[in-house]
């Protein structure tokens, strides 16, 4: 199984997860309370198949990580 996570070039920091199949991203709010994400922290979410993704393939994976995140366009920020 993989994961993982990242920051994004404005701060926002993200994690990914491969489950049953599927990768699963979730872009954090900036500036959260603490160093584990709340459910309340997450501002945008995606899940996408792996049925064309190499996972165990870490730059592959990181391919369809990028793939996603820009496919969720432009983040608004949230209130702080």
């Known amino acids: 199984f993989a994961s ?33 994400p709340l459910p309340e922290d997450v501002i945008a979410a995606a899940r996408r198949p792996l049925a064309d993704v190499d996972a165990g393939d870490g730059a592959s994976l990181a391919a369809a990580v990028r793939d996603v995140i820009t496919a969720l ?7 702080r």
Do not use: K
């Open 4 to 36: 993982g996570f990242g920051h994004l070039g404005d701060g926002r920091r993200f994690s990914f997860h491969v489950h049953r199949a599927e990768l699963v991203v979730e872009v954090y709010r900036p500036r959260r309370r603490g160093p584990v």
């Open 73 to 79: 366009g432009p983040l608004g920020r949230t209130a």
